[in-house]
């Protein structure tokens, strides 16, 4: 594959008529996406698939040319959304979104999800396969009110994380745009 993006109509689904020669079209979750920041990546590569379960692989998977790996991939990830959940847990509207009693689980899923999107292990497509968050949202009345509430608290996560402002702001600017699109309630 050439440094230039380079993807074919079904990474969209769509069929190749409807793509006019030379318009790049986006990839599917799972696939490997384009980087968004002139940052030290290497354009064109395969993003690393991420560890099978049940099968050890020789070495880890090399990220550093992600976005997941240039903010310091799992611990920070981690840091980022674990401080979110203490918030969901400390927050009564957002808490009731929740229906399992323990939020681990809801964490676990959040961080596999958030580590893939930006580039780190393909976990969570292996384990639940296409995230479909407006679908996965359907069952809950998410106001803009929630969102909001949603938005706080994951402030919060952004900011333990000392993210560099180019990182910070790529990230935050992507958190804000899901949040707006998941409201689905006056």
């Given at each position: 594959?050439?440094?230039?993006?380079?993807?074919?109509?079904?990474?969209?689904?769509?069929?190749?008529?409807?793509?006019?020669?030379?318009t790049p079209l986006p990839?599917?979750?799972?696939?490997?996406?384009?980087?968004?920041?002139?940052?030290?990546?290497?354009?064109?590569?395969?993003?690393?698939?991420?560890?099978?379960?049940?099968?050890?692989?020789?070495?880890?998977?090399?990220?550093?040319?992600?976005?997941?790996?240039?903010?310091?991939?799992?611990?920070?990830?981690?840091?980022?959304?674990?401080?979110?959940y203490q918030g969901v847990?400390?927050?009564?509207?957002?808490?009731?979104?929740?229906?399992?009693e323990d939020l681990g689980?809801?964490?676990?899923?959040?961080?596999?999800?958030?580590?893939?999107?930006?580039?780190?292990?393909?976990?969570?497509?292996?384990?639940?396969?296409?995230?479909?968050?407006?679908?996965?949202?359907?069952?809950?009345?998410?106001?803009?009110?929630?969102?909001?509430?949603?938005?706080?608290?994951?402030?919060?996560?952004?900011?333990?994380?000392?993210?560099?402002?180019?990182?910070?702001?790529?990230?935050?600017?992507?958190?804000?745009?899901?949040?707006?699109?998941?409201?689905?309630?006056?």
């Amino acid at each position: 594959m050439s440094s230039e993006h380079n993807f074919s109509a079904s990474n969209t689904g769509g069929a190749a008529g409807n793509n006019p020669a030379g318009t790049p079209l986006p990839p599917s979750f799972g696939e490997p996406r384009p980087r968004t920041l002139p940052l030290l990546t290497t354009m064109g590569q395969q993003l690393p698939a991420g560890p099978v379960q049940g099968v050890e692989e020789a070495e880890p998977a090399d990220y550093s040319d992600t976005f997941y790996g240039q903010i310091g991939g799992h611990e920070t990830f981690a840091k980022i959304i674990h401080v979110f959940y203490q918030g969901v847990a400390a927050d009564p509207l957002l808490r009731a979104m929740y229906p399992e009693e323990d939020l681990g689980p809801a964490e676990r899923r959040m961080l596999m999800f958030i580590e893939q999107y930006w580039g780190g292990p393909r976990t969570y497509l292996e384990e639940r396969g296409h995230p479909r968050l407006r679908m996965r949202h359907v069952p809950f009345a998410v106001t803009p009110e929630a969102r909001d509430h949603w938005l706080a608290a994951m402030r919060k996560g952004v900011d333990a994380a000392e993210l560099s402002p180019l990182h910070e702001a790529t990230l935050w600017d992507y958190l804000e745009r899901a949040a707006h699109s998941l409201v689905n309630s006056a």
